[in-house]
């Protein structure tokens, strides 16, 4: 099992390159067959390419990050956290509630993201 520390610095990298990565960078976090269900209810895409694809489609938009609170279990996160849009003349967050589970070598083996079109604010 991870130590509480290696997935909390998982967590950390994982929320620094959302903000300031690319989509390559992002998947090396996630182990060769990880899945990602975000939001809840949407489609579950699973391996490298899948979730490069997901990365991929926001990469370039201007975004922060922040994390409010983190909890860690066993080999499992859950943490809130922000995630600030910037286009220019409209600032939007969203905070979702992310859960990870982790392998051995605290690479992310599940993601999901508790959030919803009606918890997007403009800022």
Known sequence: MPSREAIADTVNRYLDLVANGKADDIVTLYADDATVEDPIGSELRRGREALHEFYAAFQ?????????????????????????LDAGDTRTRISPI???????????????AFWSPSDVRVL
């Open 60 to 84: 370039d938009a201007k975004k922060e990050t922040e994390l409010a609170e983190l909890r860690v279990g066993g080999a499992e996160a859950a943490f809130l956290w922000h995630l600030t």
């Open 98 to 112: 992310s859960t990870m589970t982790f392998d051995e070598e605290a690479k992310i083996t599940s993601m999901r």
